[in-house]
């Protein structure tokens, strides 16, 4: 039982590249979530979903997009990367109990 | 939206002494507030969560209190030791399908010994 993994765990992007962060859960967990942590300003959620198929926005969702074809992996994207995006990506996933569980975080550096 | 206030940033305790930290939320109807600690370079982890039938709740040297009242929670943390070093994280969520997590700032313990 792997938990929540993140695929990659380091990236460095030009400004102006695109890229995809993969998240996969193998709990059959409902819930998914997407948050950058910046220093000093704690974890601001990005986008979630609560099943397949369904997405919704977050606290700072600008500059992302996200997708859930499958239940299992939650897909959050750059389209156009900026300097600003460099933070550390954490995702999430929970069951219907509250606990949510965090996969590894990837570590992402746009210059 | 929901907005959670989390102090101090910093706190400096001797080993074996007592650490509080304290985290106040503005939305009357959030009722799950979980702890996270997180260790440098690792994920966040749940180390204790308070819903909010329930004014206290304590596991081992853990302890977290809840005053809806006034809209504040505390995780007090006894007899520390040097492994309690670490950032640590708390948050508040509503009930509802998605049940957001909305995280405070973080307060980073040192524990010296």
């Known amino acids: 039982n792997a938990g929540v993994t993140q695929t990659p765990k380091f990236r460095v992007l030009k400004t102006g590249q695109s890229m995809t962060l993969l998240c996969a859960q193998d709990?059959?967990?409902?819930?998914m979530y997407w948050y950058r942590q910046d220093p000093g300003m704690g974890l601001r959620l990005i986008h979630y979903?609560?099943?397949?198929?369904?997405?919704a926005k977050g606290e700072v969702p600008d500059g992302y997009n996200v997708s859930r074809l499958k239940k299992q992996n939650f897909l959050l994207g750059l389209e156009s990367a900026a300097p600003s995006q460099t933070s550390v990506y954490f995702c999430a996933s929970r069951a219907e109990i509250n606990e949510q569980y965090f996969g590894p975080g990837t570590r992402l550096t746009v210059t | 939206g929901e907005n959670v206030e989390q102090h101090p940033s910093t706190l400096s305790v001797q080993e074996g002494d007592s650490a509080v930290i304290k985290c106040t939320y503005s939305d009357s109807a959030s009722n799950y507030f979980p702890w996270y600690k997180q260790e440098l370079g690792k994920r966040p982890q749940l180390i204790i969560d308070i819903r909010s039938n329930v004014g206290e709740k304590k596991d081992q040297r853990i302890a977290v209190t809840l005053n809806k009242t006034a809209k504040h929670f505390s995780l007090h943390i006894t007899e520390t030791q040097p492994e309690d070093s670490a950032v640590y994280f708390c948050a508040a969520s509503m009930t509802g399908s998605a049940r957001q997590l909305t995280f405070g700032s973080g307060t980073q313990l040192t524990v010296l010994p």
């Open positions: 979903s609560v099943g397949e198929g369904t997405t």
């Open positions: 709990m059959n967990h409902e819930y």
